[in-house]
Nanobody, 122 residues
Framework: QVQLVESGGGLVQAGDSLKLSCAFS??????MAWFRQAPGKGREFVAG????????YYADSVKGRIVISKDNAKSMLYLQMNSLKPEDTAVYYC?????????????????WGQGTQVTVSS
């Protein structure tokens, strides 16, 4: 059974950095991604990484500030967030797409973690 467990969220100030982690289990040679959902808004693609970790994708809103990485040996997915802004405040979710489509659409992802809250104060 596939399981995803996020950690690392918290309350930080604008300009700070934060690193999110996602521990995954099961046969996880999947395309993986981070999404976020702010209050009253839909789930938004943040960043994605290919099965091997060699190719990375970013939303325009975070490009240059956020780095996604994957360590298959440790079964871990990471999201390093720098220069955080109040508009980055959201619940962040780790997700896996077993078909490896590399989609930015949340409905393409079969597996989800429970989410971790990130709050950025101004």
């Amino acid at each position: 059974q596939v399981q995803l467990v996020e950690s690392g969220g918290g309350l930080v100030q604008a300009g700070d950095s934060l690193k999110l982690s996602c521990a995954f289990s099961g046969r996880m040679q999947y395309f993986m991604a981070w999404f976020r959902q702010a209050p009253g808004k839909g789930r938004e693609f943040v960043a994605g990484v290919s099965r091997t970790g060699s190719t990375r994708y970013y939303a325009d809103s975070v490009k240059g500030r956020i780095v996604i990485s994957k360590d298959n040996a440790k079964s871990m997915l990471y999201l390093q967030m720098n220069s955080l802004k109040p508009e980055d405040t959201a619940v962040y979710y780790c997700a896996a797409d077993q078909h490896g489509t590399g989609s930015r659409l949340s409905h393409q992802y079969e597996y989800w973690g429970q989410g971790t809250q990130v709050t950025v104060s101004s």
